[in-house]
Structures are given as C-alpha cells and as structure tokens.
C-alpha cells in the first residue's frame, strides 16, 4: 500500500465506497421524503422574479439540453441546469437544512444527481437505487464535513452551503457515476479547491446562487476529472489542505469523517434533514413556533404589548442578519420580522417573504422587538442544533409578562413532519393534485423505476 | 450621500471609476508588453496535453461562439474561452507574476477583457484604448488586494491568482463596459463570495485551472449582475466581508485600496509585471539566476560536486513545494529540479517541465541539494518581491565553495526584459515570424484599432 493511502482523503474515501446506505430503510424513507421536499420548494419558487432573472443565462454559452430546469417547463445543459436547479431550489429559503451542516445539502446534492441522471445513459445513472443511494452519500458526506469543518468556519463568515456543498455534491456525483477509488480523491481535490459563498450576501439574491454555483462547481470537478484533469489526491489533507485552510486542520476534522461508518445509523435520518413549512432562514424557526405558541396561549393584542425581548444564545442569532429588513426577502433572515407578522396575524406565506417593501405597520411593530443574549440559560441535551434555543418574552402595558421557549422546531428530527404535511406541501407548491400525487407515486417507487420517469414530472 | 457610500467597497470604486489610467505612458507601454507576453504564453502551451484535455470541455453545455481560444485555431463561447484562455495562459507557468499579487494577474484578468471583447458590439467593447485602460485597472486592483489581503493569506494555503484574481478580473471587466458605481459594487460582491483556490493544488493541472476558473467566476458575476440579480454591495466590508474571511480584516485593508491613486503611479509598471523567460515558477527564479551565474563564473563538474545548499529567508520556497518530483511538470514547483537542470547543463526548455518522468541523472543529481533557511542574511531594500532573496553555494570534492546572490531576478522591474527580448519570447513561442509581427505591430498601435482585429490573430 503506498503511503498516500494513509491519507485522510484517501481513508474518506475508503468509508464512502465501502459504506451501504441501502440497507437503512429510515435513510431511504428520508431521502424520499428530501427528494419530495426538494421538489416542492423548486416549485413554490416557480414565479418568484429571481428565478426569471438567472433564466437569462441559458441564452449564455449555449444552454439548451437535455435536463430539467425545475418547476419551469424546459430543459438545459446539465452545468446550466445544475446552476439552475440549485439556485431555484434554494430561492426561497424553503429547502431542508440540516444541523450538522448548519446549511442546506438537498439542494447543492440533488441538482448535479439529476444533471447526471439526464445527461448520461449509462445503467447506474438510470437507476433510481443508485440516485437514493448517492443523495443519502452526500448528505452523509456534508455533515461529516459540517462536523469536521467546526464551528468557527461558519461564524467566520462562510456559507456552508456552498462551501461544504462543493464537495458533498461533488462526491454524491463520483458515487453515482461509479467512480474508482482515486478518481473521487481527484474529485475531492478539484472541489475543494472550488469551494466559496460567504455569509455577507444573506439576504440578496446571491444566497441562494451559492446553492447553484456549488451545484456547478461540483458538476465541473466531475468534469475536469473525466477529461483527466490532474489534481491532487490530498485535498482534505495536512497543512495546505481544505481542513488547515477552511476549518481547524486535520487532526480536529478526521474522527468526525472516519468514525461510526458501521454504526448503520445515517445523517440524512438522525439528527436528520430538517424539512420547513414556512419560506424563512431556519435560524427563525424556534422564535416562529414559539411566536406561533404564545398567539395560540395568551389573549394577545398588539397594541398591548410594550416590548418583546428574543432571547438567544450568544451566537444563536448569527444568520438572522437583518435587523431592520425593508423588504419580505430581507426578512427572510429577520427574526424581528418574523415574530412581527406572527403576532400581527400575517400569514407565514411565501407572498410575505418576496422582493416586495415591507408593510410601514409591520416595521413599526419591529421597533418594539429587541435580541438578547444569554449565557446562563442553559440548552436542553437534545436541542436542534446543539446548544440552540429561543425564548420570545411578551411584556405588556399592565406588566404581563408571557412568554415561551421552543429548543426543537417544527420540522426538525424531535417535531418531524408526517408524510401528510410532507403532501400538503407538495400539493400547495405544486398547485397540481394530478402531477402532485404521480411524483409521491414515482418517489415512493423510486428503487423499481429509472430516474427517467421522475426527471419527466419535473 | 447615504451610508453605505462610505463602505470601503465603495470609496474603492470611487477611486477606481475616477482614475485615468491611459494618462501614464509607462502603464501603456507595459500594458502592451504584457499582451506581447500573455499572447506567447498561450502560445508556448498551443501542444501541451492539458489544453487537449480541457479542449473536451467545449462539447459539453454548447461551447460554439465568438471568442478565440488563444493558440488553437478555434472558437468559443464566452464563459467557456474565458475558462479556457486563463488555463491555456497559465498551463506552463510561463505567464507574468507580479510581486504585490504574488500571483499572475494577466491569466485572469485578459481572458475576461477578450470574452467580453468578442461578443459584445458595443462601440466600448470594440475600442483597444478600452482594453488597454481596463487591463492596467485589472494589474492596479488585483496588487492592491494583494497587499491588502496581507502575506499570511498566501501563507495559509490560498492561491492568490484564483482568490484576487476573481475580484481583480471582474472590476476590469466592469470598467470595460463602462458599468457605474452600483453595478460595480455588486459585480465585486459577487465575485468575493466566488473567490477560491487552493495552494495544496501546485504541481497538478488544477493550479492552471485556477486561472480559468478565476476568470469564468469574473465573467459570471458580470453576467448575474447584468441579469439584475441582487448582491451586497459592501462585499469587501466589515466583520463578514472579503477581508475579513480571507484576510486580516477591513482597517488593514483599507489603506493599500484607497491611498495614492493621484500620484500616477501604476502597479502595471511600478513594482511592474515581471515576465518570464523560462517556463516554471517565480519562486525559482532567484535560484535560477544563481545557478545560471554559478556555471558562468566558475569550473563546475557536476561529479566533483559534494552538496549543494539553497539558502532562502524564512518561507521564501513557500510556493516551491515539490522537494523531490517525479516529472518535469511537478518540477515546475522545485528548485531542486531546476537547480539541477542547470549544474547539468540541461535546457530550460518548454519541454524540460512538461509531464514527462524526469531523468534518471537528475533525479540522482537532486538528492545533493539540500534547502536551508536564514534569519540573520539580510534582505537588499529594493529586493523583489521585497524579502526575498536566493543564494546557491556549491561545496565541490576538494571543500572548495562558490556561491551567487539573487536579490531581484532576470524579468522583474530591476532586470526587466527588452522590447528585444520580449519579441523574441512571442517569436519562439508563436513559431510563425509573420503572425508574430502583426500580432506586435497591432499591439503596438492598440489605441488607434478596434480589438476585433487582435482577436483575430490569436
């Protein structure tokens, strides 16, 4: 055995290849349930006006082909569609995230699968096994890398969507092409040295372009690879690799990649994707459920109420960027906004999270909501993520003080969305009962058909 | 004037969009010269393997367009050429350096300006005195953000011809269409959050993929924000911006952005491009020269030779990381091989550092030399790039010592290259004495033609 093979991208890549993610019926009901979610929330995004915009790209570089540019009754070349795909999915911010990633995977992974799925006509890319098996890898792969990567690289500045879904989607795509041992180190290495976003752009439309760009880049690191490319097979590795430049180095970064393969227990199902009913940054989602208890627990009036206080962890708020947001779209990433429309009895609808200005009513209610942070408040074991919590705290002009702590929101692993919600959502992103109801049919099924019949619904 | 006018990014722009770059003759002249010398280098690379490798990539998302593919008879679509003409500059490491970027800047920054040059018709875009002012742009940008970004991002593992490069690239290609103040900001904060590239990928085909993926990341955040998707347009600022994440912040920063742009000193020509005259890295430069020196001025038999010591300042090989390489194109990266070449009287030739397994005498001959580092060797003050310095002592069979001092090599601004020289470069390089006198003649008269008729030499 030759020394590099000690390496930890080489090790890495040992436990992905030899890994069975078929045999976890609970990760393959996840990863059904990812794909339906994944569709929906492309869909949900079919109008919005972001989504026109990017399409002007496929007049770019020739960009007709054979994939399906989701929710938008046309077809491009797999690195268009990839961009596409990504960006749309993501366009809303109504895609799973995960808490290991502290980002969203579906949305980098799915669209360079389906980009491959549609582009070649090999036996394992028309294999609907094989895509189930690839998106469980990758997700697999970017909490691994979320977890080795650390905290600090998220609080520095960077999206992990993009970053870590450079190389998570680049390996989902190695897997489900069949690629040997050493051409997914190449892979690794050519998708780690691509690995960019950065947490400034929350809140414009180049948030969820980092989706799309990472689909992209991954897609081209499967690419340059195929017409081999030379690239290091040490991209995760030592003092210059992804690990020492991105996180806190190697040592820090390898138990989390190469521990617990045979455990059967998979990422995608435990802490699990985390599934959204409401189109906002998933940082907002504890202080919406526990806006959403106090109006469903207490005789609120708006008028009232004097104050609110948003208790945090110290950090807990740091993707809630926008403190003052002007529009529905910056307020995506605004837990002032939120909890405002909460209590003011807006609908959570995708209309209200939209390029459009926010109501003056609603902005001045804004004014009376103030963040804190606390150290002594302690997190529940299991709280999702790890160490996070919210405590909205109503304070009326008689002094009431009412208030409500959620530790684990809607939809994450310990409040899971039934399969019924999961339809719900489809059936209101679609708005089409027939297509809606052919798709839960196709992804039900999805081992016994080709990925084919699927690609044709969307 | 609201706020955010006064972001960093901003009075950046401010400074950027009120120069006038066409008033400095010596910043024309070496912009012309660093044409001359990117046409060669591209030229040099028309054979090389890698470019046949990545030539694939035009089959794939329809790469039929307008824009020439440098040295190979053909044409491309925008974003594809400009992936392809930063790759095919770069490919042999042959390109200019500049000692403020440490990095190459007219690899990434002219495949932009020829992309857009060639498929738009706009009367800016067909205009050579255009091109010439957004290329000196480009050089001033990209050595700006190199010394502002500070020397321990280098050191850390990032390769700075793809991270500046982006940036650098995009600003030249906005000021090439004349784009205004906010679209330039969001052109810039798109481009930051797409900056990659990793040092770990030297001596592999991916360093020159930096090049292309730096310029096809320009273009792209040119395009979305012609698309009018919407991007910060403090990209640069603050606790989440550029300089932050990828350096030592913003108040470090601001200064080399900001400060004497009225003085009509360019960094095109002061510390100046530095052109190359053999095809590997400029970090073995300083030893090349050296050793050149050495076999001029002393009696070497390479049998009678004991060791060899290369003596650097501290970190002063850090780009130089192939200490013992297989192939001539790893020993791009190794003053070991290149040393070696030398005391053995081999050629530095194109095809001495191509992916050929290296010699069996001059795998035998390396094992003699040995790297060493110094604190108390004093750099010279105008040193280039400042620090540096190599010196190479040979220890012969009768304890006899010879050595030489590199402190600013052959092609840097203190040992700059001759019109006559760099004619020779693009004649040896072209192969075809006639395309290679129009090719100068058109340079030589730029600001007088329309940039269609370069174009349509290359």
Known sequence: MELNNLSLTSRFVDCIQAANPLASREAV?????????????????????????????????????????????????????????????????????????????????LPVLFSLAASRSTAKALNGQRLLASYIIGVEVMARLGQAIGKDHYAKGWHNTGTLGTVAAAVAGAYFLGMNHEEMRQVIGLAATQASGLR?????????????????????????????????????????????????????????LLDHWQHGSWKIANPGLWFKLYPFCSAGYHGADAALRLVANYPIDPERINQINIIFPQGGDAALVQHTPLTGEQGRFSIEYIVALILLHYPLSIGNFQ??????????????????????????????????????????????????????????????????????????????????RRILQYVEDLENYPVSGLLSLL
């Not at 690195?79 to 795909?85: G, Q, T």
């Not at 030379?230 to 992804?242: I, P």
């Open 355 to 436: 390029a459009q200005p926010i109501a003056e009513e609603v902005r001045m209610f804004m004014s009376k909501i103030k963040r804190r942070y606390s150290d002594d408040i302690q997190p529940v074991p299991d709280s999702i993520p790890k160490g996070r919590f919210t405590i909205v705290e109503i304070i009326t002009d008689r002094n009431e003080i009412w208030s409500e702590r959620v530790d684990a929101p809607k939809g994450s692993a310990l409040q899971p969305l039934t399969d019924e919600e999961m339809q719900y959502k489809l059936k209101i992103c679609l708005q089409n009962d027939q297509t809606s």
């Open 200 to 256: 400034v752009q929350f809140g414009t439309e180049a948030k969820p372009l980092h989706a799309g760009l990472a689909s992209q880049a991954a897609l081209q690191s499967i690419l340059f690879t195929e017409y081999q490319l030379s690239s290091t097979a040490a991209g995760l590795d030592q003092e210059l690799g992804f690990f020492a430049v991105y996180g806190q180095g190697e040592p820090y970064a390898a138990p989390f």
């Open 29 to 109: 009901h996840m990863a059904k349930m990812g794909l339906v979610d994944f569709i929906a929330s492309c869909h949900a995004a079919s109008g919005d006006i972001s989504v026109q915009k990017l399409k002007k790209h496929l007049d770019m570089d020739g960009g007709a082909g054979p994939v399906p540019v989701i929710g938008q009754n046309m077809k491009a070349a797999p690195l268009h569609a990839a961009l596409l795909n990504g960006f749309i999915g993501h366009a809303l911010d109504f895609d799973d995230v995960h808490s290991d990633v502290r980002g969203h995977p579906s949305t980098v992974i």
